[in-house]
């Protein structure tokens, strides 16, 4: 019977299951759709139980695909940021607030005080500041746990393991790898946090009784999980130092293999750990957003064919779909510079494209600036990586060779991850 090695990643709107054989060849994938969060202003949680329910579903739903009892190892990623407390059985004691729950605007001034700038527990929605948030109120809570923590507990019956790159927004330190201890000033104690470890590191055998109930093998191990974001990055395939991969979505986030940790905290600079390397990036504001504040998907599929990517517009833009900018300019009053605008649709709409090129481009330097080596290829991922047209302005722009990530799920990512085990 041939191994199978399964990923799981708990996005915003579902959570999806990929099955993979020791070549890494996909076997069989399925997903299920999960309810919008729950958001009251700056507030926006979940229900951890609905994350359960959709995991089990995903894995009933993949063992129609797939023989679950080959699976010799299950991995699971979460969004980042998102954290919940638990009592000593594991039993939820809060809500899940979600990566983007931004309520906790006090604490995270408290967190400000006492952590070094390149921490990546600063911030709002940081897991550290929902940790402060939520232990006033939670009752016979006795552990932190972040998103894919739990889910990867349930499915051990063991809870209170996480791994290094789920940990960075609690304020764990990748690179004296430990907790700081200025968490203490916090009133932060030990027993609260999770115990870490690489992420791919197995860590139990699967629960008997959830491997009786989805026909899973009860040597199934679960492994250290990590984030979504490192999760996608690995999917691509990029593992050298220079290579980066970019994501063309709503907004623009670029991320680079390192040979050392790169913090820009004022940026939004952080980097995760693979091993002995490291995973810088940064996200920009611009991206789709700022396409789509000119014309629809529609308008903007019409017009593809007429570019001409090797004719530049000359034209110098900085799109951004509002003022203010996060990286690779650090300023929340910098406005879009989008004039000049041409007579024709299709020339504007190209010089939008070649706008967002050029920000991909500065934001590279920037990392290389902080000390990330040199680009050594792009890999393209999102929507707009689609585009061939677009493809070929920004590979004129970065000056290395930019390819379309053949796969691109976050769950096959971390089925790379329970494949392969900790990251050289």
Same mark, same amino acid.
């Given at each position: ?55 089990? %579903?995903?894995?009933? $739903? ?39 729950? %931004? ?26 500041? $929902? ?32 791994? @290094? ?42 629960? !008997? ?15 250290? *999980? ?53 995973? %810088? =990036? ?28 090797? @004719?530049?517009? *000359? ?5 951004? !779909?509002?003022?203010? @900018? ?55 991922? =999102? *929507? ?36 392969? *085990?900790? !990251?050289?």
């Amino acid at each position: 019977m041939t191994q199978l090695f399964v990923g799981i990643d708990v996005g915003t709107s579902g959570v999806r299951a990929c099955a993979i054989d020791p070549r890494g060849a996909v076997k069989g994938a399925a997903a299920v759709a999960l309810a919008a969060p729950r958001q009251d202003g700056a507030g926006i949680d979940q229900d951890p139980e609905l994350w359960w329910q959709a995991t089990t %579903a995903a894995l009933s $739903k993949l063992g129609a695909r797939v023989d679950l009892g080959a699976v010799a190892r299950i991995a699971v990623d979460g969004t980042s940021g998102t954290l919940l407390l638990i009592d000593d059985d594991g039993r939820p004691c809060s809500p899940g607030l979600m990566y983007n729950d %931004a309520r906790a605007v006090d604490e995270a001034r408290r967190i400000a005080a006492v952590a070094p700038p390149e921490s990546g527990a600063h911030g709002a929605s940081s897991a550290l500041a $929902k940790l402060l948030h939520l232990r006033a109120a939670a009752s016979g809570a006795r552990r932190a746990v972040h998103q894919a923590d739990w889910i990867a507990g349930r499915l051990a019956g063991r809870h209170g393991t996480s791994d @290094e790159n789920n940990a960075l927004k609690l304020g764990y330190d990748p690179v004296k790898r430990r907790w700081p201890l200025w968490l203490d000033k916090l009133g932060i104690t030990p027993e609260v946090l999770p115990a870490i470890l690489v992420p791919g590191t197995p860590f139990a055998d699967v629960d !008997p009784s959830i491997a009786r109930a989805l026909g899973l093998a009860s040597s199934a191990r679960i492994v250290a *999980g990590t984030t979504d974001g490192v999760a996608a990055f690995i999917a691509t395939g990029a593992d050298q130092p220079g290579d980066a991969v970019t994501s063309l979505g709503t907004t623009l986030v670029v991320k680079l293999i390192a040979t050392q940790p790169i913090f820009a905290a004022g940026q939004g600079v952080y980097s995760h750990r693979l091993g002995d390397k490291w995973l %810088a =990036g940064g996200a920009s504001n611009s991206g789709g957003a700022a396409l789509l504040a000119h014309f629809s998907t529609d308008d903007m599929d019409r017009m593809t064919p007429l570019l001409r990517p090797d @004719e530049p517009t *000359g034209l110098d833009y900085y799109p951004l !779909p509002k003022a203010g @900018e996060r990286f690779p300019i650090a300023d929340p009053n910098l406005t879009p510079k989008i004039t000049p605008r041409p007579a024709e649709d299709h020339r504007f709409f190209q010089a939008l494209l070649e706008g967002i090129a050029g920000v991909e481009a500065l934001a590279y330097r920037r990392l290389q600036d902080l000390g990330a080596p040199a680009l050594r290829r792009v890999i393209s991922i =999102g *929507g707009g990586a689609k585009n061939d047209g677009w493809t070929r302005i920004r590979a004129r722009k970065l000056g290395v060779p930019v390819s379309v990530a053949a796969q691109t799920e976050a769950s096959y990512g971390t089925a790379l991850l329970a494949l392969q *085990g900790p !990251p050289q």
